[in-house]
Structures are given as C-alpha cells and as structure tokens.
C-alpha cells in the first residue's frame, strides 16, 4: 500500500525555519516525482515546490521562492522541504504528493498520492 507521511509542522515565530519531511512506504520514492502543497482556511490548495524523481528539475511558487528549499533522498524514500524566513501568510497545512508520470506539476490534480498534511502555523 502506497502511503507518504509528512511531518515536522508546526508553531513558529515570523522570520523563523522549519525544516517538513515527507516519507514514503510501500514504493520506490525514485519512480515518482514529488512536490509539497498548502491549503490556508478558507482558500484554495496551492503548489509550493515540485522535484522530479532524479532532482534534476525543481521549481517554486514565487510566494516562496528564496525562501524554501525542496530536496529528496531517494535511498531513504524521503523528500524535504525547508522554510526559511517563514511569514505569517504561509501558515497552512502542508501536504506532500507523488506522481510516477508528471514531471514536477504544481498541478494538484495530476498527484495520484498525498499524505495528511502537517500544520505550519507562524505567528509571534
């Protein structure tokens, strides 16, 4: 059974870091690309960062480029994402997803795997 976990959520002050990780069981991570998305209270599910399963491709939402980091260690099944220089606008939670076919989307509806989500809240 296919299955991502993310953690390393939660409370921090503005300008602060947190550092999420998305497991994965039941698959290879190297087959499939992964990418990081949020969703505030009452808005839309966004794409955050997308890597592509050989980490040659990545992008980001310019609402946070320069700020995240996205990385994966593929022999460990595990891919990052860490937040520097958090605002109070990125708290959301934060869900990762696979795709075995398309090749860093920021699209959610091309992802066939998500995880839970872990909340990121940044308030002082």
């Known amino acids: 059974q296919l299955q991502l976990v993310e953690s390393g959520g939660g409370l921090v002050q503005p300008g602060g870091s947190l550092r999420l990780s998305c497991v994965a069981s039941g698959f290879r991570m190297d087959y499939y690309h992964i990418a990081w998305f949020r969703q505030a209270p009452g808005k839309e599910r966004e794409g955050v960062s997308c890597i592509s399963n050989n980490q040659r491709r990545t992008n980001y939402a310019d609402t946070v480029r320069g700020r995240f980091t996205i990385s994966r260690e593929n022999a460990k099944n595990i891919a990052y994402l860490q937040m520097n220089n958090l605002k109070p606008e990125d708290t959301a939670v934060y869900y990762c997803?696979?795709?075995?076919?398309?090749?860093?989307?920021?699209?959610?509806?091309?992802?066939?795997?998500w995880g839970q989500g872990t909340q990121v809240t940044v308030s002082s």
């Open positions: 997803a696979a795709s075995p076919t398309i090749e860093c989307s920021m699209w959610s509806a091309e992802y066939d795997y």
